[in-house]
């Protein structure tokens, strides 16, 4: 089965820095899509970043960007800018092409201090 | 679109009750998704359907969890007899399911459940 893991349960950055969350996952396929959620106290769920695993180039919206190193399983998430609505927790998830159901990592806690 | 919409938002109830929640999928969407939010696991599938038909139960953690759909709008789970470790948020999605590579997943407000 296809497991993504976040190893930091916990983040701090100061307003206007930069914070980068790790996410590593495990599978056998080549073909996959990874994402970053983010989860407001609010309880939504709201897509920051989506990255196509055939594709080489990163990902970037805005102030956000992925590291993803297809080799090394890695998909990193950086934050330029922080900015105090950004405070949230981020989930890292992996979602196979050919089949259908998406995994999800056990989140971060960003805080962002002003 | 109103987007996918959950009941209840909040659920309280007593150990051994038998407790339902529902999920209407957006309008179109052929993919639907049931999650678990917990403190100590984040966010665990545990069952998914394709078309109204179930294509992976392997996440329900008991046989007291049971996910219906009986048609393209409408799905439930349910919990019979509920434990206070069932308590979480549990949170419905949907997608829609093509050739296209590119599907995004929309998710509702969950409702949170406690189980005293």
């Known amino acids: 089965a296809q497991t993504v893991t976040q190893s930091q349960p916990e983040m701090s950055v100061q307003e206007a820095e930069t914070v980068t969350l790790s996410c590593t996952y495990d599978?056998?396929?080549?073909?996959?899509?990874l994402f970053w959620y983010k989860q407001p106290p609010s309880r939504q769920m709201i897509l920051v970043i989506r990255?196509?695993?055939?594709?080489?180039q990163n990902a970037t919206e805005n102030r956000f960007s992925v590291n993803f190193q297809k080799a090394a399983k890695s998909f990193s998430l950086k934050i330029s800018d922080s900015q105090l609505g950004d405070a949230a927790m981020y989930f890292c998830?992996?979602?196979?092409?050919?089949?259908?159901?998406?995994?999800f990592g056990a989140g971060t806690r960003l805080t962002v201090k002003p | 679109d109103a987007g996918v919409i959950q009941s209840p938002r909040h659920e309280v109830t007593e150990m051994g009750q038998e407790v339902t929640l529902r999920c209407k999928p957006i309008?179109?969407?052929?993919?639907l998704f049931w999650y678990r939010q917990t403190m100590m696991r984040g966010l665990e599938l545990l069952i998914y359907?394709?078309?109204?038909?179930?294509?992976?139960d392997s996440g329900m953690p008991e046989d007291r969890f049971s996910a219906k759909m009986p048609n393209a709008s409408f799905s439930t789970l349910k919990i019979q007899p509920s434990e206070p470790r069932d308590s979480a948020v549990y949170f419905c999605?949907?997608?829609?399911?093509?050739?296209?590579?590119?599907?995004?997943?929309?998710f509702g407000s969950g409702t949170q459940l406690s189980v005293l």
């Open positions: 999605a949907s997608s829609f399911r093509t050739g296209a590579r590119n599907e995004k997943l929309f």
């Open positions: 599978t056998s396929e080549s073909d996959y899509y």
């Open positions: 990255q196509e695993a055939y594709k080489q």
């Open positions: 998830a992996y979602r196979r092409v050919r089949n259908n159901d998406m995994r």
């Open positions: 309008s179109g969407h052929n993919s």
């Open positions: 359907f394709n078309n109204n038909v179930p294509i992976d």
